[in-house]
C-alpha cells in the first residue's frame, strides 16, 4: 500500500468518515477504531486502575495532522488538544513544508539522566576521586537493575560528576547515571538504577545520599528537525513570498531577543508537541519542563526554534530540544485510544517518535508566526472559536455553523450575541 498523508479536504469529511479514512490507513481493527470515535476507550473501571481517587473519565478531541512527511515518510499525525485552531494551522504548515521536500529530523541516542545527591561529605575531591575509582563497580551495580533493557541493548552508559561547593544546604556532590532507555521514556528503570547506587555511594564516599531521580532536563536525549520552504509557496493574498519569509524571520528574532516573547513563541511549538504526547500516551510534563529549561540553558530564556535564509531566499527552519518519549511501557500499553494512535503513526523506535514530535513542534511554530507576520493570529482562531461559542451559547447540528458564521459575518463574536441569535431562530 502506497501512504500519502496528503489528504486533500479531508475536513471536508464527516468525524465518522474522517474515522473511517484513518482506520484504512493503520489498518485498524474494529476495536481500535472504536476507540477513536470515543465509542469504546478508557472506561472508569480502567481508568481506577490507572491514578488514585479516580471519580470519571474526561475527555479531550483527537485530531489528525495531515500533510507530514518526515524523513521521506508520509505519516498521519494524531493530535489530542482543546485549542481551536491547532491542528488546521500545523496541518496547513506541513503542507507548505513538504513543497520544500518535507521534514529533515534526527535524534540522539535515548540516554536519560539520573541524579544522586550526596550530602554531608568533608571533603569534596577526596570523595570526588574515590568514585571515579569506584566507577567500574557502579557501572556493574547500574547494569544489574533492569535485565530487560539490558538484553534489548540498553543500559548505563557512563557516571559523570558535579560538586556544588557552595549551597544553602552547604557543600554536595551529584552523581550523573547516563542510562540509555531504548524505546521506553525511561523514569523508571532510571529511578530503580538511581535507588540501587544510593547504598555503594554512601559506602565509598562517607557521605549521605539524598535524592535519587531521573532529570528532566534531557539534554543527552534532542531530537531536532529542519524544513526548507520556497518562497514562492509562501506568497498569499497580496503578501509576496519575499515579505512573508521577512516577516517570519523578523518574528523570530523577537523572540530570540525577548523573554517575554520567547515564553509565547515556545507555548506555539508546545501546541503541536504536547498534543502529540497526549496521544501517544507520554509525559507532557517532563517534556515540557525539559523544553523551557533547555531553552534557558544559556542563561537566558530564549527561542527553542530559529528561522532564516538561504543564498535563494528559501525560508530555513529548525527547531531542536529534548524529547524523551517512549513506544512501551506506562499508558502505552494500556490506554486503547493511545494505543490506536501509536499504531496510526506506526513510529518503530521511540527516536522515531521524537523526530515526528520535533517535526510537528517546527510546524506549529510555522503556523503561528506565519499568521501574526502576515494577517494576524486570530482570522484562523476566531472561525473555530465562533463554533465553541455557538455550543456554549445551546446550539446543536447544524445550528452550530449557522450562529457562528453569522457572527463572523458580524464580527461580534459573543457569547450574548450567540444566545440572541437562537432565541431568534
Not at 484513518?22 to 472506561?43: C, M, Q, S
Not at 549551597?167 to 528503570?189: K, S
Not at 530564556?301 to 528559501?314: H, I, M, Q, R
Not at 508566526?369 to 473555530?384: D, N, S, V
Request: aromatic fraction near 4%.
Amino acid at each position: 500500500m502506497t501512504y500519502n498523508s496528503r489528504l486533500s479536504g479531508f475536513y471536508k469529511h464527516s468525524l465518522t468518515e474522517r474515522a473511517d479514512i484513518v482506520a484504512g490507513w493503520a489498518d485498524l481493527t474494529i476495536e481500535e477504531r472504536a476507540a477513536l470515535l470515543g465509542e469504546a476507550g478508557l472506561t472508569p473501571d480502567l481508568a481506577d486502575k490507572l491514578i488514585e481517587n479516580a471519580v470519571g473519565v474526561y475527555g479531550l478531541p483527537m485530531g489528525i495532522a495531515t500533510n507530514f512527511q518526515v524523513n521521506g515518510r508520509d505519516v498521519l499525525v494524531p493530535m489530542v488538544i482543546e485549542e481551536p485552531s491547532v491542528v488546521a494551522g500545523v496541518s496547513f504548515a506541513a503542507k507548505l513544508i513538504r513543497a520544500g521536500g518535507g521534514f529533515r529530523a534526527g535524534s540522539d541516542q535515548p540516554e536519560m539522566i539520573g541524579q544522586i545527591q550526596v550530602l554531608d561529605i568533608v571533603d569534596l575531591p577526596a570523595a570526588r576521586a574515590a568514585l571515579e575509582a569506584h566507577t567500574d563497580e557502579l557501572m556493574a551495580i547500574a547494569a544489574r537493575s533492569d535485565n530487560v533493557i539490558a538484553g534489548l541493548g540498553g543500559g548505563p552508559r557512563g557516571i559523570e560528576l558535579r560538586t556544588f561547593d557552595d549551597t544553602p544546604a552547604g557543600p554536595m556532590l551529584i552523581v550523573h547515571l547516563v542510562f540509555d532507555c531504548r524505546d521506553a521514556m525511561g523514569a523508571n528503570m532510571v529511578n530503580t538504577a538511581c535507588e540501587q547506587l544510593a547504598a555503594p555511594i554512601e559506602r565509598i564516599t562517607g557521605g549521605r545520599v539524598g535524592l535519587r531521580i531521573l532529570s528532566n532536563l534531557a539534554d543527552r536525549r534532542l531530537a531536532r528537525a529542519e524544513c526548507t520552504i520556497p518562497a514562492d509557496v509562501l506568497a498569499f493574498e497580496g503578501y509576496s513570498g519575499e515579505r512573508v519569509v521577512s516577516g517570519i524571520i523578523e518574528a523570530w528574532a523577537f523572540a530570540a531577543a525577548d523573554p517575554y516573547r520567547a515564553a509565547t513563541h515556545n507555548k506555539g511549538i508546545m501546541n503541536g508537541v504536547d498534543a502529540v504526547i497526549l496521544a501517544t500516551g507520554n509525559d507532557w510534563r517532563a517534556i515540557e519542563a525539559g523544553a523551557h529549561a533547555y531553552a534557558a540553558r544559556s542563561g537566558r530564556y530564549t527561542s527553542l526554534s530559529t528561522w532564516g535564509k538561504d543564498a535563494k531566499g528559501n525560508l530555513i527552519g529548525r527547531l531542536e530540544m529534548p524529547m524523551a518519549v517512549g513506544i512501551i511501557g506506562g499508558s502505552t500499553r494500556v490506554h486503547p485510544t493511545t494505543r490506536a494512535a501509536l499504531k496510526i503513526l506506526n513510529a518503530q523506535t521511540a527516536r522515531e517518535l521524537a523526530e515526528i514530535i520535533v517535526s510537528v513542534g517546527l510546524a506549529q511554530n510555522l503556523a503561528a508566526i506565519r499568521a501574526l507576520a502576515t494577517e494576524g493570529i486570530q482570522k484562523g482562531h476566531m472561525t473555530l472559536h465562533a463554533r465553541q461559542i455557538a455550543i456554549a451559547a445551546g446550539a446543536e447540528g447544524e445550528q452550530v455553523m449557522a450562529i457562528a458564521g453569522r457572527m463572523q459575518s458580524e464580527g461580534n463574536i459573543t457569547l450574548e450575541r450567540a444566545e440572541a441569535l437562537l432565541k431568534s431562530e
